[in-house]
């Protein structure tokens, strides 16, 4: 595909890569990636960064879709292994921040780039190594965050004068 010089943009994160990079061809056109991660992004939704004739896609637009996801996880995490785990998931494509402080680990990145499929995978991977049922610590993370936001969804929230929502009747 040419001299190997030429380098073609990832149309998920915009990193210059060589052209047969992790290629595919979609609709008649070659798009190439830095990684299985940004490849399997555009597959899921390929005109989130594509576009269609004539409308721009979000990532051809520049926007980011940024979301914060906070695991609650059964006890703290000992200094070494927050570290080991703050490692791992800063170096994914799209996260932009990692705390984990005691019990508790945010995570902020950006949904046009990961996933929390990609972070749950990435979390096992570091949980491979610390051992100590990391696995089952990290469902129960995922389980309490659902939960947790399934019960923030029905809280009542205050309408536009201040009054509640609808009462039973």
């Not at 703290?76 to 799209?94: F, I, N, Y």
């Not at 990145?109 to 491979?128: F, K, N, P, S």
């Not at 089952?136 to 201040?162: C, D, K, N, S």
């Amino acid at each position: 595909m040419g001299s190997g010089s030429e380098k073609v943009k990832d149309p998920v994160c915009q990193m210059l890569v060589v052209p047969d990079q992790n290629a595919i061809n979609y609709q008649d056109m070659v798009f190439a990636f830095c990684s299985q991660q940004c490849k399997d992004r555009f597959l899921a939704n390929p005109h989130l960064y594509i576009g269609v004739p004539g409308e721009w896609a979000p990532k051809q637009e520049g926007q980011e879709v940024l979301k914060r996801r906070r695991l609650r996880l059964d006890s703290p995490l000992s200094d070494t292994d927050a570290q080991q785990v703050t490692g791992q998931l800063r170096a994914m494509m799209g996260v932009c921040a990692v705390d984990i402080a005691a019990d508790k680990l945010t995570i902020t990145y950006d949904l046009l780039q990961a996933t929390a499929v990609h972070i749950e995978a990435t979390l096992q991977r570091a949980g491979a190594r610390l051992g100590a049922g990391w696995g089952e610590r990290l469902r129960r993370a995922f389980v309490h965050y659902l939960e947790e936001t399934e019960v923030a969804g029905r809280e009542v929230q205050p309408g536009p004068h201040g009054h509640g929502g609808h009462h039973p009747g």
